[in-house]
């Protein structure tokens, strides 16, 4: 157990929706990374946030945001779900933004 | 451009057997983080190794070890004595100046008894 817990575990939602995935960082843990891995594109960065600030930008659609709350969880939302955003979304977390990216179990998003 | 790959796809083995996975990286930067992460049935990626590009070391640690050599930039995984728990996917990461994590596509290993 790393200590980064995601919910909800899996998420079945429909086209067009929008959905919200949440992360809660080890304790202690400022920075927090949402990654995406999918069977085509593999495993890939989306978004980084530090100490409630965004830091950096990967490969993240328009159509998906993030935030970083006060109390250090970070929520990802997406919206205006297509088929293709079927995939596991992974958030990780680490002490400071050199150190290693510890990873939670992951939300399986599942679009019909 | 940075870039890590993993060239087998998957490996299959018999318990008791040694098995390497090969990882080699693209990057243009003298400071930057090597790692591997395993990503058992269960679906979660596990942390194993994290090396800087200034400790050519090699690790060991149980049944796993690491050879990392800048000259031919690799960073490969050796597990010895393999056993069925060992049967998941392992992935090779980067990380440079950035933050993020650029991995590899991954290595489906499989054990069996």
């Known amino acids: 157990d790393s200590g980064v817990t995601q919910t909800p575990k899996h998420l079945i939602t429909a086209t067009g929706q929008r959905v919200t995935l949440r992360c809660s960082p080890r304790?202690?843990?400022?920075?927090v990374y949402w990654y995406q891995q999918s069977l085509d594109q593999g495993l890939q960065f989306l978004i980084h946030?530090?100490?409630?600030?965004?830091?950096a930008k990967g490969n993240i659609l328009e159509r998906f945001s993030a935030q970083q709350f006060p109390d250090l969880h970070s929520e990802l939302n997406l919206s205006s779900l297509e088929l293709g955003d079927s995939a596991l979304y992974f958030c990780?977390?680490?002490?400071?933004?050199?150190?290693?990216?510890?990873f939670g179990p992951g939300t399986r998003l599942t679009v019909l | 451009a940075q870039k890590v790959t993993q060239a087998q796809t998957e490996i299959s083995v018999v318990e008791k057997e040694d098995v390497t996975l090969d990882c080699v990286y693209e990057?243009?930067?003298?400071?930057?983080?090597l790692f591997w992460y395993k990503q058992p049935p269960s679906g979660e990626l596990v942390f194993l190794i994290r090396?800087?590009?200034?400790?050519?070391q090699n690790e060991i640690s149980g049944r796993y070890s690491w050879n990392f050599q800048k000259s031919t930039s690799s960073f490969n995984f050796t597990i010895t004595a393999s056993q069925v728990v060992d049967s998941a996917v392992y992935f090779c990461?980067?990380?440079?100046?950035?933050?993020?994590?650029?991995f590899g596509g991954g290595t489906r290993l499989m054990v069996k008894p």
């Open positions: 990780a977390s680490s002490v400071e933004i050199a150190d290693t990216q510890y």
């Open positions: 304790s202690g843990d400022l920075s």
């Open positions: 946030y530090y100490n409630g600030e965004e830091r």
């Open positions: 990057t243009r930067d003298t400071t930057y983080y």
């Open positions: 090396r800087n590009s200034f400790d050519e």
């Open positions: 990461a980067l990380r440079y100046a950035g933050n993020m994590l650029t």
